[in-house]
């Protein structure tokens, strides 16, 4: 009777963390990118995509579980499932998509060419041949930048993440940076680092190179979930939800289907 028992409660237990673990949705993320992730003074989390990752979650009742990864790796991290899903300000492009599967875009920000007022650089390679540009490890700005403006003369410098280009842009170790207009736009522009510097010529949208929009990204067999986060995230447009937090972000429309 006692071996029955603890047999019982063995199962009950397996029961329950499994059933706790369904009630998961375990986020992956690079903090480092203002304003869509980043850390605020007490360590927590904060940003467009944490406030709309937490929102999907109390949509689908879910509990929401951040786990922190650098952005070069966070794909092979999805693939080795330490957590569910990215939402990181990753862009679609067809080279991911045939990693992982997409939800439904998320919004859709232009890239940007970000530098001093005086230099007088644009974003065409004949007008930045010979300068310097950093760009951040993995992202779509890099694969562009390698692709069309390194093979014509521009000296690209890759770096881990975009928190450690600032630094060498303003200290003038780099001409410029090309990066995701709304992160130039919050996380350098509008601080006192940022000031004598602009966003050169018009923002980029090229869907060739900087994809489809951003989307969230799972495992490319976890089409269940997927369908779910699809559904919360139309009732979170439904509600209002979404135009509200974007609103708390941007002064311009993020919902901007690629051209």
């Not at 029955?4 to 329950?16: D, E, G, H, V, Y």
């Not at 869509?36 to 995509?49: C, T």
């Not at 997409?102 to 890239?111: G, L």
């Not at 994809?211 to 979930?225: H, N, S, V, Y």
Request: net charge neutral; glycine share 8%; hydrophobic share 40%.
């Amino acid at each position: 009777m006692k071996k029955l028992t603890l047999t019982a409660l063995a199962l009950l237990a397996a029961f329950s963390a499994s059933s706790q673990a369904a009630e998961e949705l375990r986020f992956g993320v690079d903090p480092t990118f203002t304003p869509f992730e980043s850390k605020a003074a007490d360590g927590s989390l904060q940003g467009f995509d944490i406030d709309l990752g937490n929102a999907v979650c109390q949509q689908m009742q879910v509990k929401c579980v951040w786990v922190q990864t650098a952005y070069d790796g966070i794909i092979p991290a999805l693939q080795a499932r330490k957590f569910d899903a990215i939402l990181s300000a990753m862009a679609m492009t067809e080279k991911r998509r045939q990693q992982v599967l997409f939800t439904d875009m998320i919004y859709n920000v232009p890239s940007a060419l970000l530098t001093s007022k005086a230099s007088k650089l644009l974003p065409d390679a004949a007008v930045l041949k010979g300068k310097t540009v950093g760009v951040a490890q993995g992202t779509t700005q890099e694969a562009f930048a390698k692709s069309v403006w390194e093979t014509q003369g521009v000296q690209v410098v890759s770096y881990q993440n975009e928190a450690e280009i600032y630094p060498d842009l303003a200290s003038g170790r780099l001409d410029a940076t090309f990066i995701n207009a709304a992160a130039a736009e919050t996380g350098f522009l509008k601080t006192p680092q940022g000031a004598g510097y602009h966003i050169a010529g018009e923002p980029m949208y090229d869907q060739k190179y900087f994809g489809e929009g951003i989307g969230i990204g799972l495992r490319k067999d976890d089409t269940a979930r997927v369908e779910k986060i699809n559904q919360a995230l139309a009732e979170l447009h439904k509600n209002g939800t979404y135009d509200k937090l974007a609103k708390k972000y941007f002064s311009f429309d993020v919902y901007k289907l690629p051209e």
